[in-house]
């Protein structure tokens, strides 16, 4: 995994997140086996319809047909490195293993970087539903 190439990619999408509302745009990036795979925020005014941009970023690879997950960025315009939200953090857990590095990081390139398990202990996963 190009973690600068992830967090490079990040950035350049973020510019097209959608945030008439919140002015929050996020940017993310994917590491897969078909490449890296980017998404943005897109805000809704029904506010429960606005998806993330690491969900963005996930249902797109998918869509492309990735099966394998590697690496996340995350990238937003804040004081400290910004970190996915609960729904985001279930996704990531669904798709990624444990161990997969997620790279958080801000404009002003502050890096923190853990993993999904370390963002979601105890995630709830598909053996849970035996």
Known sequence: ???????????????????????FAVGAAVATEIG?????????????LTLCAERNAIFS?????AKQFTGLAVIADTAGPTAPCGACRQVLAEFMAPESPVILTNLQGQTQRTSVAALLP???TKGDLS
Do not use: K, W
Request: with cysteine.
């Open 61 to 65: 690879a998918i869509a492309q047909g």
């Open 122 to 124: 105890g995630a709830f």
């Open 1 to 23: 995994m190009d973690e600068a190439a992830l967090i490079q990619a990040a950035t350049a999408v973020r510019q097209r997140a959608y945030v008439p509302y919140s002015h």
């Open 36 to 48: 890296i795979i980017t998404g943005c925020n897109v805000e809704n005014a029904s506010y429960g």
